[in-house]
């Protein structure tokens, strides 16, 4: 009985694992709406604060068309990937450890996730948007 508990929770904390390893990226679309107040994510749609996030796994910094970005994150030469994109949405302490204190010429105001899932899963999601 007890062994059955224990094999129940361990295989529990694996799966845990694995599916936040590869994202769930419909978990990720829910969490989007903290960023959808000011990114639009369809190709065709327009800027609204921020850039618009079509396509942005892969891309450089800097590069929609038709958006007036910081000169920091326009000359960053960041190219947007797991890491990347974790580093920018994960608390102000991991965005400036990780860019450096000048990060904070760059213009997007956002308190940032603490919980690595949510990071992850919400990263799943934007690899969906092309
Ligand atoms: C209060 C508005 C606001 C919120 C909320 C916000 N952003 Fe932003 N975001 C911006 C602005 C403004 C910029 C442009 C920054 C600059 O030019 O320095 C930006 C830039 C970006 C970029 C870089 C785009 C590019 O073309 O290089 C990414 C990626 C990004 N945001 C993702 C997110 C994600 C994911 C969330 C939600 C977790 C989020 N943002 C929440 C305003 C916001």
Redesign the pocket.
């Known amino acids: 009985m007890k062994t059955k508990i224990l094999l129940t929770s361990l295989l529990g904390v694996t799966f845990l694992f694995s599916s936040a390893f590869a994202g769930d990226a419909k978990n990720g679309k829910k969490i989007?709406k903290?960023?959808a107040?000011?990114?639009n994510v369809a190709s065709t749609a327009k800027h609204k604060?921020?850039?618009k996030?079509w396509n942005?796994v892969g891309?450089k910094?800097?590069?929609?068309e038709g958006y007036r970005?910081?000169n920091?994150?326009k000359s960053s030469g960041i190219e947007?990937n797991d890491e990347t994109?974790a580093a920018?949405?994960g608390t102000n302490k991991e965005k400036t450890k990780y860019f450096g204190k000048d990060v904070r010429k760059?213009?997007?105001?956002?308190a940032g996730?603490r919980k690595k899932e949510q990071i992850v899963d919400?990263i799943a999601y934007?690899k969906t948007l092309k």
């Open positions: 989007f903290k960023c107040a000011c990114h604060t921020g850039p996030l942005i891309a910094a800097g590069i929609q970005y910081s920091w994150l947007w994109l920018w949405i760059s213009r997007m105001i956002f996730l919400l934007l």
